[in-house]
């Protein structure tokens, strides 16, 4: 079964930087897209960054500047670097993959989310 790892998460304070990461347990797919996105108390989940299998990164426009998403495609592993951190950033933080299987179909997979606190 194919399962997301996330890990990197934590308390930090404002103005600090934390690097996410997000490893596929599973490694008979072809991952597609990856991404991460969060979900902050009382708000939508959002959009973070995705980025393509050709390495193409996408951002919303909040995180342009301070986020920068990349990918180790021979670890099956997808990164958040966060910088300049700010209170408004403390959500639960999930990754996600477009996996494509061996019978050319494509499945949405999810991690189950990290804490990012980012407080004095």
């Known amino acids: 079964q194919v399962q997301l790892v996330e890990s990197g998460g934590g308390l930090v304070q404002p103005g600090g930087s934390l690097r996410l990461s997000c490893a596929v347990s599973?490694?008979?797919?072809?991952?597609?897209?990856m991404g991460w996105y969060r979900q902050a108390p009382g708000k939508e989940r959002e959009l973070v960054a995705t980025i393509g299998s050709r390495g193409d990164p996408n951002y919303a426009d909040s995180m342009k500047g301070r986020f920068t998403i990349s990918r180790d495609n021979a670890k099956n592993t997808v990164f958040l670097q966060m910088n300049s951190l700010t209170p408004e950033d403390t959500a639960v933080y999930y990754c996600n993959a477009v996996i494509l299987t061996m019978w050319g179909s494509f499945h949405n997979y999810w991690g189950q989310g990290t804490q990012v606190t980012v407080a004095s």
């Open positions: 599973e490694s008979r797919f072809s991952i597609s897209t």
